[in-house]
């Protein structure tokens, strides 16, 4: 059964800091990747997805890598706002199985003005 | 709207009555999702629709769950017999062709007393 851990469960940094999020899959088979944010009380909002044939993806200050060998993903925030606290979660569709995303518990991030 | 849309948005009910949450994916997307995340943790998968058809239900806890999407876009996610154990965050997310990008609606919040 594949489990997706997220490293750190909780991280609080003050504003300005590059930082990085770590996701690890314990069957290194993923066919898709997504990185998510969620505010309190919300939903989830995509915010990058690494397809099978990608290594990366960059949305502005987010950049997001997979390593398939190692089956590990990093989210890295540049020049972080407190507009960017929220919790991040990521989630990977395993290769030759259903078409279900895995999400991992997450990482609450808080930015301190 | 463009979004996924979700009703209701709060549901509180009595041990053992019956719940009905709607989900109504954004426009065009064949594959829909329902998701159920309680508190501090990643959501988990219930269901999965390509079309109108379930294509893995492997998540559905017990036989008090169903869901159907008769003509391929909203879809219904029953719970009859309600017990304390599913109060949780009930998310639906759509996506245009699996796999691919899913988007999350707000959620259900259902509490159950």
């Known amino acids: 059964k594949q489990e997706v851990t997220q490293i750190p469960a909780a991280l609080s940094v003050p504003e300005g800091e590059n930082l990085v999020l770590n996701c690890s899959f314990t069957?290194?088979?993923?066919?898709?990747l997504q990185w998510f944010r969620q505010d309190p009380g919300k939903g989830l909002t995509s915010l990058l997805l690494?397809?099978?044939?990608?290594r990366e993806q960059t949305s502005g200050r987010l950049n997001a890598s997979l390593d398939k060998s190692s089956g590990r993903s990093t989210l890295y925030i540049a020049a972080s706002q407190p507009g960017d606290s929220a919790t991040y979660l990521c989630?990977?569709?395993?290769?030759?199985?259903?078409?279900?995303?895995?999400f991992g518990k997450g990482t609450k991030l808080t930015v301190n003005p | 709207g463009a979004g996924v849309s979700q009703t209701p948005s709060n549901k509180v009910t009595e041990k053992g009555k019956y719940v009905e949450l709607r989900c109504d994916p954004i426009?065009?997307?064949?594959?829909l999702y329902w998701y159920r995340q309680s508190l501090g943790q990643g959501p988990e998968f219930l269901i999965y629709?390509?079309?109108?058809?379930?294509?893995?239900d492997s998540g559905l806890p017990n036989d008090r769950f169903f869901a159907v999407r008769p003509e391929g876009s909203v879809s219904t996610l029953k719970i009859q017999r309600t017990e304390r154990g599913d109060s949780a965050v009930y998310l639906c997310?759509?996506?245009?062709?699996?796999?691919?990008?899913?988007?999350f609606g707000e959620g259900s919040r259902l509490t159950v007393l």
């Open positions: 069957d290194s088979a993923i066919y898709n």
């Open positions: 989630a990977g569709i395993p290769q030759g199985g259903s078409e279900k995303l895995v």
């Open positions: 997310a759509s996506s245009r062709t699996p796999p691919g990008e899913l988007f």
């Open positions: 426009s065009g997307h064949t594959a």
């Open positions: 629709f390509q079309g109108t058809g379930a294509a893995d």
């Open positions: 690494i397809q099978s044939s990608q």
